[in-house]
RNA sequence: GCCGGGAUGGCGGAAUUGGUAGACGCGAUGGACUCAAAAUCCAUUGUCUGUAUAGACGUGCGGGUUCAAGUCCCGCUCCCGGUACCA
């Protein structure tokens, strides 16, 4: 017998496959397709394993479908545009394209090295001018059609660097890179009007997606039902608020502005105008995320100016807090601290007044002075004047009768509508930066704006820039300077597209990523259109999926299917439904994170109170020792002030209040609790999401088959988990053993029929478990299998005593459920040893028959009382009565009940027999 | 904070969706082979009860439903992902 000799036999059949196009996916009528696609990688550097998790498990899918006949798509590609390119450039001096472009040339390398079923004739690059003409393109259609928009909205300005930070590059308020102040401010920016799809982006009726995903996004999207009111100011403004309890108007005591809305300065009283500036002041420090953290001390200001209630005539402060968004609604609220939790904080800690306008259901009427918090239940409504009585029940909208009758009474007294709100905002694409597509819009000396003819796109980036923190692009004259259509001076946009536009259309691009007279050619879409198959991680469960979803919906609306849907009725395929979803099927898989290392050292000083350490002392250490009075353990958990330390084997909690000292030796001076959580958070990502693990040495050490064979084994796969890198042996040794096992020149002694059903009943059963987890997306037990197989295949070896037919039909058959799983091996042997001709991956895949793989005999569980206490050998196919009669004569369970009177018998036949007795 | 997911032996994970908890693998322990080691092969391996064809306990914590709960219900704790300019 040949050794396994991985790396010789992988590189060839790479080779080999090349040469022969066994992965050239072409167009094929009389085939039944099937797109399947694998999120777009961005081009980091390195691939590292996680590439390796998302993709091998997708090509192995794919490889199945092919075997099961399908016309299979399987492309790649680089989603190249992006952050990390320009902070290579500022850091590094490396200009981005540069960075980008050998970023994906080895990529490339190690991509081919997976040995996926990848046509490479399909790449497509989104920072290739050949395919964000397109993207630029896609603009161009959307700003003709509307759904691109001039807006505001609030950026993270760096005063310092007077430029835009990404969220990423701001931490506690501050620059991550000069430790300068970051503010919030609002700028002119590009849209594009994704809430106008809202309704129709909350149904998933014809889509298979995973239910937490769907859940995400209709919550994301979060459409509620309500009312707009106006309230009219004392300065002779309205402010418009949007409520989704419009009954409870006549309970509303005070209103609440965002500190950006638009009236605050107007409603300032000289009075409160100090107050006011530095309330707003402070707000521009804060970032949404922390503004919405709803146990926060509210905090806001008096503007000193009144607005009247509209329902009753009450004259009501205006007051500006951070709690309210500009984002969201209309930026302002009326508040009913009476009936809501965080109006009644808010009214609790500045003394305003508290309004009850609902007799809580079966309770006496609600008295302001003595609630402790905002009442939301069910009741009678109660002084709103025309809606006393009313019944309120917690239904949402319409559907609740107060809410309905409130809105009938709102609309006839002209003092508001019915309305439907969205949490959902529009996507904002502006990016402030250079590594990224063009805006193809022009501004004219008029101040109005228009896009760039489609013959003059693609829009190119300059490349001789220099990287000084700014977009190079706004101090760019040869690109700023530009005609309009007039002949007129102009000068050219300098944002450039969010790069998750880039990747909101790239799987149409595969479809013949050299064609240069639309985005995608109508003949290949045709066939290939819609994906059938989308997987990816779930991190991009809202964003990336909701715009995609998006755009093809404005794709589809802007009439860009029309010549698809001509070439597909010319195939006599329907179009129908074809182009209102990008994906079919979504799965998820998890992230596979570095492997776990120790965490950092704490010393800790402090009193004891149970298992729980108040501490006085924290000291971040490096040599660890354990002098009297001071615990020293390893960080194992961090969250808030709490830390979970790991002491001799034992987790203890320890709480580090504010005043506590904290001494970190990486920072000097003083350090304090926020610094220490800081601190350890960035420890703890940069070495457990570090790519720590390089897939390349795996290759090398045990060949792409047993790196793709492990990586689906050892994880839950819409889990992942941590890398551990000790059990990829086992699936080396389980490949050696598919190897040994082909080769073996099996000889049986006497042929034993029994044995030989049983080795086919193996065989039959395995097929059907392989099949339905590759269907599945369930790898690790699909591999299970085939291992349990293995197993049964070296016992059979070893007694030599089934039929050479059934052997050699177990070889043949494991061979194959394991081509799409290890494609190397699995190709050598069925060529080189088995002596077959053409590609195992083209063979159908197997399949089992049902009268071999029936169980014959199987083991019945007999409890008394729900244990276990007797496990009998039955036909497989037992009736209920001998089931019963057999449970009840084994002498085990006649001890075990004994004189007890039997109540009950549960009879689960074959398997379970479950006697009720006492 | 909010939205979504998760927690099962020393470790990764299985469990036909309410019916044998721990498949498969890693690791560990003992043995065979070897001068020795590696590799390989054989055996054992949830915990406890001194023995084991026995019993008790056991799926993050506290309750509940059921003949039967890892699975369903109620209440918690902690971890992971997302939170609109990371992709």
Redesign the pocket.
């Known amino acids: 017998m040949s050794a396994y000799d991985f790396a010789e036999l992988e590189s060839r059949w790479q080779t080999d496959w090349e040469a022969e196009g066994l992965y050239r996916s072409r167009v094929d009528w009389s085939r039944p397709k099937h797109y399947a696609l694998t999120?777009?990688?961005?081009p980091?550097g390195d691939l590292h394993i996680g590439h390796w998790y998302a993709m091998t498990p997708s090509d192995t899918r794919a490889r199945y479908m092919r075997m099961k006949g399908y016309n299979v798509l399987f492309p790649i590609g680089f989603?190249?545009?992006?952050?990390?390119?320009e902070n290579a450039a500022v850091q590094r001096n490396i200009h981005p394209a540069k960075w980008t472009h050998s970023n994906m040339e080895r990529m490339r390398t190690q991509l081919r090295s997976m040995g996926a079923m990848f046509d490479w004739e399909r790449q497509a690059v989104s920072c290739e001018p050949s395919y964000y003409q397109w993207t630029e393109w896609f603009f161009a259609r959307m700003f003709e059609h509307g759904i691109a928009y001039r807006g505001e909205?609030m950026?993270?300005w760096s005063p310092t660097l007077q430029t835009?930070?990404?969220?990423?590059?701001?931490i506690d308020g501050r620059d991550e890179r000069t430790g300068q102040p970051v503010i919030q401010k609002l700028?002119e920016?590009w849209f594009f009007s994704?809430t106008k799809y809202a309704d129709e982006l909350l149904s998933f009726d014809d889509i298979d997606w995973?239910?937490?995903?769907k859940?995400?996004q209709?919550?994301?999207?979060?459409r509620s039902e309500g009312a707009r009111v106006r309230f009219a100011t004392e300065t002779g403004s309205e402010i418009e608020v949007f409520t989704t309890r419009p009954d409870t108007l006549w309970g509303a005591s005070f209103m609440v502005l965002a500190p950006e809305h638009v009236l605050v300065d107007e409603l300032t009283s000289p009075a409160q105008r100090a107050a006011v500036d530095a309330y707003r002041i402070a707000a521009a420090a804060r970032?949404?995320?922390e503004r919405?953290?709803?146990?926060?001390d509210k905090t806001g200001v008096f503007t000193g100016g009144y607005a009247i209630n509209p329902v009753n005539g009450v004259r009501i402060p205006v007051w500006i807090a951070d709690y309210v968004l500009v984002?969201?609604g209309t930026g302002a609220i009326m508040a009913v601290p009476a009936h809501d939790h965080r109006d009644f904080e808010f009214a609790r800690a500045f003394d305003l007044p508290v309004v009850p306008v609902i007799i809580p259901q079966g309770s006496e009427p609600l008295v302001a002075d003595d609630m402790v918090d905002g009442y939301v239940g069910p009741g009678i409504m109660t002084d709103s004047g025309p809606l006393n009585g009313v019944e309120t029940t917690e239904a949402k909208g319409r559907k609740n009768p107060s809410v309905s009758a409130a809105i009938d009474w709102i609309e006839s007294n002209g003092c508001g509508v019915e309305a439907i709100n969205?949490?959902?905002?529009?996507?904002?694409?502006?990016?402030?930066?250079y590594?990224?597509s063009p805006i193809p819009i022009i501004h004219r000396q008029d101040g109005t704006v228009e896009a760039v003819p489609d013959d003059q796109l693609p829009v190119v980036l300059p490349e001789d820039v220099v990287f000084e923190g700014r977009s190079p692009l706004v101090n760019d004259d040869a690109f700023l300077s530009v005609l309009d259509s007039d002949g007129k001076p102009a000068r050219r946009e300098t944002?450039t597209l969010?790069?998750?536009m880039?990747?909101s259309w790239y799987w149409f691009r595969y479809l013949s990523p050299d064609f240069d007279d639309a985005p995608f050619d109508p003949e290949e879409a045709a066939y290939w259109l819609p994906v059938d198959v989308y997987t990816g991680?779930?991190?991009?469960?809202?964003?990336?999926l909701l715009y995609s979803r998006f755009f093809v919906k404005v794709m589809r609306d802007m009439g860009l299917f029309a010549d698809t849907e001509v070439a597909m009725r010319a195939h006599g395929r329907s179009a129908d439904d074809a182009f209102d979803e990008p994906f079919r099927v979504l799965r998820n898989q998890?992230?596979v994170?570095g492997a776990e290392h120790a965490g950092d050292v704490v010393a800790v000083e402090g009193r004891r109170d149970g298992n729980r350490i108040i501490a006085s002392l924290v000291t971040v250490v490096t040599g660890a020792t354990s002098p009297q009075g001071v615990v020293v353990g390893e960080i194992?958990?961090?969250?808030?002030n709490?830390l979970?330390v790991m002491v001799d084997g034992d987790l203890i909690?320890v709480e580090v209040p504010d005043d506590a000292e904290v001494v970190i030796p990486s920072i000097a001076g003083t350090n304090d609790v926020s610094q220490l959580r800081h601190h350890l958070e960035v420890e703890?990502?940069s070495k457990?999401?570090g790519n720590v693990v390089n897939p390349d040495e795996l290759v090398d050490a045990y060949g792409a088959d047993t790196v793709r064979t492990?990586l689906m084994?050892?994880?839950?796969?819409?889990?992942?988990?941590?890398w551990?890198g000790?059990?990829?042996?086992?699936?080396?040794?389980?490949l050696?053993?598919v190897w040994?096992i082909a080769h073996l020149a099996y000889q049986p002694g006497d042929v034993d029929d029994e044995a030989t059903a049983a080795l086919r009943r193996a065989v039959h059963q395995t097929i059907d478990k392989v099949d339905g987890?590759l269907a599945d997306f369930?790898w690790?037990?699909a591999?299970?299998?085939?291992?349990?197989l293995?197993?049964v295949m070296?016992?059979a070896n070893?007694t030599s005593v089934v039929s050479a037919g059934a052997w050699a039909e177990a070889v043949e058959v494991m061979v194959k459920l394991l081509a799409p799983i290890a494609p190397h091996v699995t190709e050598e042997l069925w060529r080189n040893r088995l002596g077959k001709t053409g590609s195992i991956h083209v063979q159908p895949f197997p399949e089992s028959d049902p009268s071999v793989a029936k169980d014959v005999q199987?083991?019945?569980?007999v409890?008394v009382?729900?244990?276990?206490?007797?496990?009998i050998e039955v036909p497989a196919d037992i009736s209920p009565e001998d089931a019963e009669a057999t449970a009840l004569a084994s002498p085990?369970i006649g001890e075990?009940v004994g004189d007890l009177t039997v109540?009950?018998v549960?009879v689960?036949q074959p398997?379970?027999v479950?006697i009720?007795a006492n």
């Open positions: 999120m777009l990688p961005y980091s989603d190249a545009f992006g952050l990390p390119a909205a950026v993270n835009v930070l990404a969220n990423e590059q701001v700028m920016q994704i995973p239910d937490p995903i859940s995400m209709t919550n994301w999207i979060g970032s949404e995320l919405m953290e709803e146990d926060r984002s969201y969205y949490r959902l905002r529009d996507w904002l694409i502006s990016r402030q930066r590594w990224g944002d969010d790069t998750f880039c990747s991680g779930a991190e991009h469960a809202v964003m990336h998890g992230q994170l194992m958990r961090r969250t808030e709490l979970q909690s703890r990502m457990s999401k492990y084994f050892a994880f839950e796969w819409q889990k992942g988990g941590p551990d000790r059990g990829i042996l086992g699936a080396h040794r389980f050696e053993d040994k987890d369930k690790n037990t591999i299970a299998a085939l291992m349990g293995r197993n070296l016992d070893k199987v083991t019945m569980v409890q009382n729900g244990k276990v206490r007797d496990r085990r075990r109540r009950k549960i689960r398997n379970l479950n009720v």
